[in-house]
């Protein structure tokens, strides 16, 4: 398809679902993995983004002149400098060295303002969200100031919405399960939100790190390396009537499928999306012959080579 756009706006959205065909066994289901890789920063970030200030804009929330801040482990904030940059906004992030340096750097080549709060840890826990969460709120009191907040925005709902329906689209099989990671609950809110409207009777599982299990087992606090996800707190935009449960995912094996998939299926992605393909197999492997699943590879394993994933 040839793709004229009259700007880089109009690259988000519209990315492939691949079959896996090595990593899944054969007498399990078929499993699809959306490749938002493609979007402009590399990321399914790229579509919240948009629809967040696109929303603000149409509200006559944010006005030329002011400055846009949020919080973010990166992907979002990669988004939102990306969209600040096409639209002319200035851009103030606050994020963590507990992110990934490519992440970090990638936020400053599109012109953003970043501020960095340190963890001693390394890790990524509540109290350091919250942190960021607390600077974020501080600096959005200036009149010239505009919070995209994004844990709190259901302007992300509908840039998932349109996801949902490209799956839509896409497949021609009925779906039988859809599963992703939660961090924002953008992506299941969105995708969900389609799939229960459609024909499809779609099992939707909500995955979070298996050593920050707040959703599937009810404990907070737990740390742990999967940047975005598993914060580890209620999440004001997760709707419980929009999932049928959730499962803790091993990081540990969330990162060796990442490198299964690049070796294997020529996939290169983040340990988000390995731990979404973990938790695809799983209910492959409870489906069986004949049905499908669906989820996401949400990035590219561009924003993780100076870590060890690889």
């Not at 756009?5 to 988000?12: D, R």
């Not at 449960?245 to 540990?252: N, S, T, V």
């Amino acid at each position: 398809m040839n793709r004229k756009v009259t700007n880089a706006l109009g690259a988000i959205g519209n990315t492939p679902i691949v079959k896996l065909n090595k990593v899944v066994s054969d007498h399990a289901a078929d499993v699809w993995v959306k490749l938002e890789g493609g979007n402009p920063t590399g990321s399914y970030k790229d579509r919240m983004a948009l629809a967040m200030i696109e929303g603000a804009e149409a509200r006559g929330e944010l006005k030329p002149g002011m400055t846009v801040v949020e919080y973010t482990g990166g992907s979002t904030g990669s988004g939102l400098a990306f969209v600040c940059a096409v639209k002319g906004f200035d851009f103030h992030v606050i994020s963590s060295d507990a992110f990934s340096k490519e992440k970090l750097d990638n936020m400053r080549a599109f012109g953003a303002n970043l501020e960095v709060i340190h963890s001693p840890s390394g890790k990524i826990d509540s109290n350091l969200i919250n942190q960021m969460i607390d600077r974020a709120k501080e600096l959005a009191e200036r009149d010239d100031y505009y919070f995209t907040d994004q844990l709190n925005n259901s302007d992300i709902i509908k840039g998932f919405e349109i996801m949902g329906r490209e799956i839509l689209e896409q497949m021609e099989n009925p779906i039988d399960a859809f599963t992703c990671s939660v961090g924002t609950a953008g992506t299941i809110m969105g995708v969900s939100n389609i799939l229960f409207n459609s024909r499809h009777h779609t099992k939707i599982v909500a995955l979070e790190p298996a050593s920050a299990p707040y959703y599937s087992k009810g404990k907070s606090g737990g740390k742990h390396h999967v940047e975005g996800i598993g914060f580890g707190f209620e999440l004001p935009l997760l709707d419980k009537n929009n999932y049928h449960e959730a499962r803790g995912i091993d990081e540990g094996e969330a990162r060796e499928m990442v490198r299964r998939l690049a070796k294997e299926e020529g996939i290169f992605a983040g340990t988000s999306s390995g731990m979404n393909v973990v938790g695809a197999i799983q209910l492959a492997e409870e489906l069986g012959e004949g049905k499908s699943v669906v989820t996401v590879a949400v990035d590219t394993g561009l924003k993780y080579l100076d870590g060890d994933l690889f």
